[in-house]
């Protein structure tokens, strides 16, 4: 269960890099 909830925790945080990301790319498309 721990496990599972460190990969949660991961797979999260990469999810939001790329959110971040693409969010920062549609922002520079807009300008």
């Known amino acids: 269960m721990s496990t ?3 990969y949660r925790g ?3 945080k990469i999810f939001a ?3 971040t990301a693409s ?3 549609s922002l520079c498309c807009y300008t």
């Open 17 to 19: 890099v790329f959110t």
């Open 4 to 6: 599972f909830a460190k």
């Open 10 to 12: 991961c797979i999260f």
């Open 23 to 25: 969010v920062q790319q």
